[in-house]
Nanobody
Framework: QGQLVESGGGLVQAGGSLRLSCAAS?????????????MGWYRQAPGKQRELVAT???????IYADSVKGRFTISRDNAKRTVYLQMNSLKVEDTAVYYC?????????????WGQGTQGTVSS
């Protein structure tokens, strides 16, 4: 029905960059539905709760966690049904599993979809 697949995680030194991608597929994520769906990135570090990193609405409005403002950029390509997270000036504390989220509008179903996660590790 609907699937989110993340990619782009890996190991990088502090100060480096990673670019995460999240591709949506399945019958629920038609181009029209994707274009009106709010998308987000969350992360979970070992021993910690999952936290919001960034979100982007269907109109392109963005919200960032204070800890990543000025370093991370969320964007979307509706034609490709893909959302991105550009992460620059990475810090050791950015090490986490990064999850993609899709929140369907209430006019569709109001459901939340999650990807399987991709590991981002920042070494000192």
């Amino acid at each position: 029905q609907g699937q989110l697949v993340e990619s782009g995680g890996g190991l990088v030194q502090a100060g480096g960059s990673l670019r995460l991608s999240c591709a949506a597929s399945g019958s629920i994520f038609s181009r029209i539905i994707f274009s009106i769906t709010s998308m987000g990135w969350y992360r979970q570090a070992p021993g910690k709760q999952r936290e919001l990193v960034a979100t982007i609405t269907s109109r392109g409005s963005t919200i960032y966690a204070d800890s990543v403002k000025g370093r991370f950029t969320i964007s979307r390509d509706n034609a490709k049904r893909t959302v991105y997270l550009q992460m620059n000036s990475l810090k050791v504390e950015d090490t986490a599993v990064y999850y993609c989220n899709a929140h369907l509008p209430s006019t569709v179903s109001g459901e939340d979809f999650w990807g399987q996660g991709t590991q981002g590790t920042v070494s000192s």
